[in-house]
Protein backbone atom coordinates (compact mmCIF):
# COMPACT_ATOMS: atom_id res chain seq x y z
CA UNK A 1 0.00 0.00 0.00
CA UNK A 2 0.88 3.72 -0.52
CA UNK A 3 2.87 4.79 2.76
CA UNK A 4 5.57 7.33 3.81
CA UNK A 5 8.27 6.75 6.17
CA UNK A 6 10.30 9.75 8.10
CA UNK A 7 13.48 8.77 9.85
CA UNK A 8 16.41 10.56 11.08
CA UNK A 9 14.88 12.05 14.12
CA UNK A 10 16.61 12.24 17.37
CA UNK A 11 18.43 14.98 20.19
CA UNK A 12 20.35 17.33 19.04
CA UNK A 13 22.23 20.09 21.03
CA UNK A 14 21.82 23.46 19.87
CA UNK A 15 24.16 24.55 16.47
CA UNK A 16 23.98 21.23 15.56
CA UNK A 17 22.93 18.98 12.57
CA UNK A 18 20.36 16.21 11.62
CA UNK A 19 19.43 14.67 8.27
CA UNK A 20 15.57 13.80 8.18
CA UNK A 21 14.86 11.53 5.23
CA UNK A 22 11.17 10.59 3.69
CA UNK A 23 10.95 6.88 1.69
CA UNK A 24 8.06 5.96 -0.44
CA UNK A 25 6.49 3.02 -0.80
CA UNK A 26 3.89 1.76 -2.87
CA UNK A 27 3.86 4.66 -5.22
CA UNK A 28 7.44 6.40 -6.85
CA UNK A 29 8.13 9.91 -5.85
CA UNK A 30 8.34 10.91 -9.45
CA UNK A 31 5.17 12.32 -10.23
CA UNK A 32 5.06 13.88 -6.54
CA UNK A 33 6.03 17.31 -5.32
CA UNK A 34 7.47 16.62 -1.88
CA UNK A 35 7.14 18.72 1.47
CA UNK A 36 8.31 19.01 4.41
CA UNK A 37 5.88 20.29 7.66
CA UNK A 38 6.38 20.66 11.61
CA UNK A 39 3.96 20.74 14.47
CA UNK A 40 5.14 21.77 17.78
CA UNK A 41 3.01 20.71 21.52
CA UNK A 42 0.27 23.62 20.96
CA UNK A 43 1.01 24.77 17.92
CA UNK A 44 -0.40 24.60 13.94
CA UNK A 45 0.98 22.97 11.36
CA UNK A 46 3.59 24.31 9.72
CA UNK A 47 5.14 24.21 6.28
CA UNK A 48 8.75 23.84 6.21
CA UNK A 49 10.26 23.00 2.65
CA UNK A 50 8.98 21.93 -0.66
CA UNK A 51 10.94 20.12 -3.80
CA UNK A 52 9.16 20.08 -7.25
CA UNK A 53 8.98 17.10 -9.52
CA UNK A 54 12.48 17.64 -11.14
CA UNK A 55 14.11 19.72 -8.03
CA UNK A 56 14.24 22.33 -9.45
CA UNK A 57 11.53 24.51 -7.90
CA UNK A 58 12.15 24.58 -3.92
CA UNK A 59 9.97 26.55 -1.09
CA UNK A 60 12.03 27.60 2.56
CA UNK A 61 10.12 29.11 5.23
CA UNK A 62 11.88 32.17 6.53
CA UNK A 63 11.94 30.75 9.91
CA UNK A 64 14.64 28.35 9.02
CA UNK A 65 15.87 29.94 5.94
CA UNK A 66 19.87 29.63 5.38
CA UNK A 67 19.78 26.71 8.01
CA UNK A 68 17.63 23.80 6.28
CA UNK A 69 18.16 22.18 2.93
CA UNK A 70 15.72 20.10 0.96
CA UNK A 71 17.08 17.36 -1.74
CA UNK A 72 15.92 14.27 -3.65
CA UNK A 73 17.11 11.29 -4.89
CA UNK A 74 13.94 9.92 -7.60
CA UNK A 75 16.54 6.70 -7.92
CA UNK A 76 15.84 5.80 -4.15
CA UNK A 77 12.62 6.62 -3.98
CA UNK A 78 13.43 9.20 -1.10
CA UNK A 79 13.55 12.77 0.15
CA UNK A 80 16.06 14.29 2.31
CA UNK A 81 16.34 17.28 4.85
CA UNK A 82 19.44 18.46 5.92
CA UNK A 83 19.33 20.81 9.27
CA UNK A 84 22.03 22.70 10.24
CA UNK A 85 22.42 25.25 12.91
CA UNK A 86 19.32 24.13 15.19
CA UNK A 87 17.73 25.82 17.82
CA UNK A 88 15.50 25.11 20.53
CA UNK A 89 12.87 26.42 18.56
CA UNK A 90 13.15 23.82 15.76
CA UNK A 91 11.90 21.24 18.27
CA UNK A 92 8.59 19.84 16.55
CA UNK A 93 7.26 16.85 14.67
CA UNK A 94 8.32 16.63 11.38
CA UNK A 95 6.47 15.17 8.47
CA UNK A 96 7.03 14.24 4.67
CA UNK A 97 4.35 14.49 2.19
CA UNK A 98 3.74 14.20 -1.26
CA UNK A 99 1.48 16.58 -4.00
CA UNK A 100 0.17 16.17 -7.23
CA UNK A 101 -1.92 19.17 -7.30
CA UNK A 102 -0.39 21.22 -10.22
CA UNK A 103 -0.43 24.22 -8.04
CA UNK A 104 1.57 22.64 -5.51
CA UNK A 105 4.11 20.81 -8.56
CA UNK A 106 4.44 24.37 -10.03
CA UNK A 107 5.20 26.90 -6.84
CA UNK A 108 5.16 24.70 -3.92
CA UNK A 109 2.47 25.90 -2.09
CA UNK A 110 2.88 24.64 1.48
CA UNK A 111 -1.27 24.06 2.10
CA UNK A 112 -1.86 20.83 3.79
CA UNK A 113 -5.04 20.26 1.90
CA UNK A 114 -2.96 20.54 -1.43
CA UNK A 115 -1.50 16.95 -0.20
CA UNK A 116 -2.20 13.12 -1.30
CA UNK A 117 -0.23 11.05 0.91
CA UNK A 118 1.43 11.81 4.91
CA UNK A 119 4.34 10.09 6.72
CA UNK A 120 3.76 9.51 10.47
CA UNK A 121 6.39 11.88 11.66
CA UNK A 122 9.99 12.30 13.04
CA UNK A 123 10.63 13.94 16.57
CA UNK A 124 13.28 16.39 16.60
CA UNK A 125 14.41 18.39 20.28
CA UNK A 126 17.16 20.68 19.88
CA UNK A 127 18.16 20.66 23.98
CA UNK A 128 21.66 21.32 25.74
Known amino acids: QVQLVESGGGLVQPGGSLRLSCAAS????????IGWFRQAPGKEREGVSC????????YTADSVKGRFTISRDNAKNTVYLQMNSLKPEDTAVYYC?????????????????????WGQGTQVTVSS
Open 97 to 117: AAAAAPAVQAMCVMVSLEYDY
Open 51 to 58: ISISGGST
Open 26 to 33: GFTLDYYA
